[in-house]
Structure formats: structure tokens, C-alpha cells
């Protein structure tokens, strides 16, 4: 039987013996409600990728395209506080002008994010073009020149701050881009107010295309020089982006909420 097979499927036929209309319903359900190979089961969304793998999918909400901080607000309200601001279309910190947030409020996500430390290197540990990206206002993944630059190994670029460090170091050197593609899902709380969870966060961070955070559980809220725990919050919260005192520039940022 095997060899009438391969003479058939060498001639170009295509056998569908066995298939009925419909797909197959006589084969196990599946957590979803459908049979295993069920032609009834619906298919998934169609996205158009961006032109490159960096760009946009048609899915995507875009956060910052170098041109405008519509999206964004300042923490610090007060009237005579700096402002980030752009520059040759990257965001660049400025010192003293506060956390800058998006408005629209984010819970699990994926996440593309570019960044870049100054050109001239000024400072040793985590005085070199220190900065973060703060998912849901809470998690810190850190933003650092790592590139020959000692510091304590939790606290380098791609660290999951004060919890995780990255598995590997793939910073590039001082005034080159980097990238950072971030999917990340939020804890499950057991209630509301209540800081017991029932699930929680997992985050996966891909640094210049390789991976060096992988499916990793959060243990709290990111800190410093304390433990991790978790404590209570909204579903979905603004993104960050920390002002440390240091010109660090982002581009090219977008998001695709995702389901928990």
C-alpha cells in the first residue's frame, strides 16, 4: 500500500479518502469545543506583517512613530517641569522630566520597543545610560549600557529588575540601536484589592533577536534592593518609560494587546 502512495502522490494526485465534508467528527474534542482536524472550527484573523519583521503588523496600536507624543503624558504635572522630547524622531529622556507614560492603559501584551545610550560613554554601573520599561507601570525590564559596563547582574539590560537577570548579554555598544520584542501576560489576582494571585505575570523578552528572558514568573512588583511581591492592580495600566537622568533615546514603539 505504501509504494501505490508514493506513485500517486508522485503523479501529482491528491487523495482525500477518509476526509468527509466538514472535516472530521469522530475524533476527540479538544479543550476548545472542537474535533481534532474540524473543518467547523473558526479560523484565526488574518494580520499583514510589516514590510520588515521591526515594522508594525496591521494589528498593531502604534505608540510612537518618531513624529509626536500624543500618546504620552507626563507623570510630573507640574508647570515648570522639563519635557522628554524628540529629537532626528527618537524620544529622548530629559533630566529631571519625570516617568513618561502612554494614556491607553495595557494589561498582557506584545510589546516592540527600540533603544539607544549616548555615543559618548559617561559613568560606571548603573550611572551608564540607566533607564526601564515599566509594563503595566509595575514591571520593570531594564534599559542599560551592558556593553562592557560591570554591574550587578539583575540590574544589566534585559534584567527583569531586581528579580531576573538576562540568561545572556547581547547589548550592542554604546550609540547603536537595540531592540527589545516583549510578550509579556498579566498576573490573575484572586479579587479585587486582594494581592494573592492566581496566576502570575510571565514575561519573554527577545534583546537584539535573542532570546534572554523565556517564559519567566514574575514575582512582584519590580524594586530596589528588596524582594519582589505582588501587590494589587487595575487590569490593565499604562506603559512606561523611566527618566533616570540619562539622554537615552527610544523609537519605533508599538503594541499588540494580547488575551490573558
Same mark, same amino acid.
Given at each position: ?27 476527540? /474534542? ?11 472550527? @473558526? ?19 502604534? /505608540? ?169 492592580? @487595575? ?22 494587546? /494580547?488575551?490573558?
Amino acid at each position: 500500500m505504501r509504494r501505490v502512495v508514493l506513485v500517486l502522490l508522485t503523479l501529482g494526485v491528491v487523495l482525500t479518502i477518509g476526509i468527509p465534508a466538514g472535516g472530521y467528527q469522530d475524533t476527540p /474534542l479538544k479543550p476548545n469545543g472542537y474535533h481534532v482536524h474540524d473543518e467547523f472550527e @473558526p479560523r484565526p484573523p488574518e494580520v499583514t506583517p510589516g514590510e520588515k519583521d521591526h515594522l508594525p503588523p496591521s494589528d498593531a496600536i502604534v /505608540l510612537f512613530d518618531g513624529t509626536s507624543l500624543d500618546g504620552w503624558e507626563h507623570t510630573n504635572r507640574k508647570p515648570d517641569a522639563p519635557k522628554w522630547r524628540i529629537v532626528d524622531g527618537a524620544l529622548e529622556v530629559v533630566d529631571k522630566a519625570g516617568t513618561l507614560q502612554t494614556k491607553q492603559k495595557f494589561g498582557s501584551m506584545q510589546l516592540h520597543i527600540e533603544w539607544r545610550t549616548p555615543s559618548v560613554v559617561k559613568g560606571n554601573g548603573q550611572g551608564r545610560a540607566n533607564s526601564g520599561v515599566f509594563l503595566m507601570s509595575t514591571y520593570e525590564i531594564q534599559v542599560l549600557d551592558s556593553y562592557n559596563n560591570d554591574t550587578y547582574p539583575d540590574g544589566q539590560a534585559a534584567s527583569v529588575y531586581g528579580q531576573k537577570k538576562p540568561d545572556v548579554n547581547a547589548s550592542r555598544g554604546p550609540g547603536q540601536w537595540q531592540t527589545y520584542d516583549i510578550i509579556f501576560h498579566r498576573p490573575i489576582f484572586k479579587g479585587p484589592g486582594q494581592n494573592e494571585v492566581l496566576k502570575p505575570g510571565t514575561v519573554t523578552v527577545i534583546h537584539n533577536g535573542v532570546l534572554v528572558q523565556d517564559h519567566w514568573e514574575i514575582k512582584g512588583v519590580t524594586d530596589h534592593r528588596r524582594l519582589a511581591s505582588y501587590r494589587y492592580h @487595575p487590569d490593565e495600566m499604562p506603559i512606561q518609560l523611566q527618566d533616570h537622568g540619562n539622554p537615552v533615546q527610544f523609537r519605533n514603539i508599538w503594541v499588540r494587546p /494580547l488575551k490573558d
